[in-house]
């Protein structure tokens, strides 16, 4: 295998996350969006260690990644959870209150 | 590590590279495939189903490059709980169960725009740094569990302490913030 196979699916799906992060206006999607950049950054780590024979260092940045990703979610959602408390929408064209 | 396949000297290894890219253009078309599904799709609860087929393959190329317990780990926390908690947030949020309407900003041109650059201009840089260069997976020695609980627990032992502390954080910090007053 080559590393460039891994290399640009790791930057389509990076990319396609962030479409998702300026597309979407539904605040849920957005972090599902940015799940997607950080799953593309772990590819690119591990195949980078693959390719380097240091397969160790990079699976131990992988799995902080995904434990970073986990607290990152979870904050986010409880974010979330409290923007559509105070204003009934997750719609975050109606987060405007930093507008004068 | 910049062998070339043919010069691999015996056959089954030859087949074992084949059959390896396969499966990597396999899941790859489909990941890619779902990801757009996440962020195209006017359902938002197919959004999270199509997020668990990414991350499944993501945790399958995890395992075509040799690192199983990070696959196993991908799977145990992002399918078992990462997708569990997207979904508590919309049903807690109350989305329409079915199609809904003013998921997508109005004008999604600039985000394509965007998008479509930033995929050519690191295809172009990712094509000209590593346009041949060779992961010799099979060449590599396999990863224990051992061996990687080993480096946390002595050369990563501080990043593994300050992950600590960051996800108590995050977890009051989450209870804190959705907590009602």
């Known amino acids: 295998m080559y590393l460039v196979q891994f290399l640009l699916l790791s930057s389509i799906l990076f990319c396609i996350g962030v479409y998702g992060v300026l597309a979407r206006r539904n605040a849920v999607l957005v972090l599902m969006s940015i799940e997607l950049i950080l799953n593309a950054v772990n590819i690119n780590l591990i195949a980078f260690g693959a390719f380097n024979g240091a397969q160790i260092p990079a699976e131990v940045f992988a799995l902080f990644i995904i434990a970073v990703a986990a607290a990152e979610v979870g904050v986010g959602l409880a974010l979330v959870l409290t923007i559509y408390r105070n204003s009934k929408s997750i719609d975050l064209h109606q987060v405007d209150l930093l507008k004068g | ?181």
């Open chain 2, 1 to 181: 590590m910049i062998t070339t396949v043919a010069s691999m000297v015996s056959a089954p290894v030859l087949g074992a590279v084949v059959a390896q890219n396969v499966f990597f253009y396999l899941i790859a078309a489909v990941m890619v495939i779902a990801a757009l599904r996440v962020v195209t799709t006017s359902n938002i609860v197919h959004a999270a189903l199509y997020l668990v087929v990414v991350l499944a393959g993501v945790a399958a190329q995890f395992l075509l490059l040799g690192a199983e317990f990070v696959g196993v780990t991908q799977v145990l926390v992002y399918i078992g709980a990462v997708i569990v908690l997207f979904l508590f947030g919309i049903m807690l949020t109350r989305a329409k169960v079915g199609n809904e309407d003013g998921l997508d900003h109005d004008n999604v041109i600039p985000a394509i725009l965007t998008a479509v650059l930033l995929v050519l201009v690191m295809g172009y840089a990712v094509v000209d740094f590593a346009g041949d260069e060779e992961i010799d997976v099979l060449g590599n020695s396999p990863t224990t569990v051992e061996q990687v609980s080993d480096s946390i627990f002595s050369t990563y032992i501080v990043a593994f302490e300050a992950i600590s502390v960051l996800l108590l954080a995050a977890l009051i910090g989450a209870i804190v913030v959705a907590r009602k007053e």
